[in-house]
């Protein structure tokens, strides 16, 4: 009798949002499907992703460490993973996957490798294409990721495989339509990185005249080391609309009190946060980049613009904000897409078929 699967699941960190936010959803289908699991982090970051983690009943174990002294964290993955003894290593973003593969190498553990990101760094993508074949299936988080590493990377169809890593919930909070005398709230959830395009946003902004178009104002929850620069040209450009409030603890609350959702980023994969607005009935304006303009139906449930383009960023604002009696038709629509689309139903066939592939090597 074949030895049970037990998956070491690496990650770069504990942060909040990104690539730890599924983490719960994805463990759940693996250990529902008769895999042990537990999770390694290489370093802790600001810890946000660790308590839902937890609540699930996921064992946790973190390196106290930083983000670049790699032979230390190398060092830590192999003992650690060597007491632990698993059939196989599940691994996600550069750095785990990079690290992973060479203690998988030298333990014999077949490697699993997600790929989320549709941009990679030009040094990691050279290394990653390296060494692609140390990782005997490669996990892509949505069907344009999926292509993006069957071309950057040069992963073969044979080792290629999709598992959207959205599970739409039917039960999220849902947002209350605008009504005639309140402000239009319009939000978005992310870092504040350059690639999650808020200076565009910014910008945009800057070229609304608010006496033009209805009251409205905008919420972008998060943190990053871009908040002060971006608060700095608000303010510069008399833009007062726009407030930064921080980590937003309880994401779904924060969508579902929204009537627009703006995704204004330069690169995405799948965008968890304007899946999870649409899935709380927001419509959505956002970048045409990665999984959204497969998302995202152009007029009928929101709008997409070009990256980097605040002028048609604006345009597009003033559209939605001319008319916001549009906005709960759109929003509902856009969560019928969703549900149907990323069903719980699919999400976890798409992990079964991953685990029985597994068994089956």
């Known amino acids: 009798m074949s030895r049970p699967l037990r998956i070491a699941y690496v990650i770069n960190s504990l942060e909040g949002g990104g690539a730890a936010s599924p983490v719960p959803a994805v463990l759940s289908v693996l250990r529902d499907g008769g895999a042990e699991v537990a999770v390694f982090a290489l370093t802790p970051r600001d810890r946000r992703g660790e308590a839902a983690m937890l ?9 106290d460490g930083g983000t670049t002294d790699h032979l230390a964290a190398l ?27 060479l203690v998988g190498l030298r333990r014999g553990w077949p490697v699993v490798s997600w790929q989320h990101a549709a941009f990679l760094k030009p040094a990691n ?3 990653l294409r390296a060494t692609q074949r140390l990782s005997c299936l490669w ?32 039960d999220a909070p849902q947002g209350r339509p605008w009504q005639p005398g309140e402000p239009i709230r319009i ?3 992310g ?78 994969g799948l965008c968890i946060a304007a899946h999870e607005a649409m899935q709380a009935g ?33 345009d597009a604002l003033r559209k939605l904000l001319s008319q916001p009696d549009r906005l709960a038709g759109m929003g509902q629509r856009g969560r019928a897409r969703v549900l149907d689309r990323f069903g ?9 078929a991953i685990l029985h592939r597994l068994r089956a090597q």
């Open 55 to 63: 609540a699930a009943g996921i064992d946790v174990t973190v390196r």
């Open 75 to 101: 060092r830590w993955l192999d003992r650690t993973l060597t007491a632990w003894r698993p059939t196989h290593v599940w691994t996600s973003l550069s750095r785990a996957t990079l690290l992973g593969q």
């Open 125 to 127: 993508r050279r290394l």
């Open 139 to 170: 996990v892509g988080d949505s069907p344009a990721v999926t292509r993006l590493t069957a071309e950057r990377l040069k992963v073969p169809a044979a080792r290629l495989t999709q598992w959207s890593i959205f599970r739409a919930n039917p």
């Open 187 to 189: 939000g978005s959830l």
């Open 191 to 268: 870092r504040l990185h350059p690639v999650k395009g808020y200076d565009v946003l910014v910008e945009a902004l800057a070229m609304i005249d608010p006496a033009q178009v209805p009251a409205f104002e905008v919420i972008v929850a998060g943190d990053g080391a871009a908040r002060d620069m971006l608060e700095q040209r608000a303010a510069a450009l008399g833009v007062t609309t726009l407030r930064f409030p921080g980590y937003a603890p309880r994401p779904a609350d924060f969508l579902a009190g929204l009537h627009l959702y703006v995704q204004p980023s330069r690169s995405e």
């Open 282 to 314: 927001s419509p959505i304006i956002a970048s045409a980049v990665g999984e959204l303009p497969g998302t995202v139906v152009q007029g009928d449930t929101g709008l997409l613009v070009p990256p980097g383009d605040p002028a048609a960023l604006a």
């Open 344 to 352: 719980p139903e699919r999400f976890v066939a798409a992990g079964r």
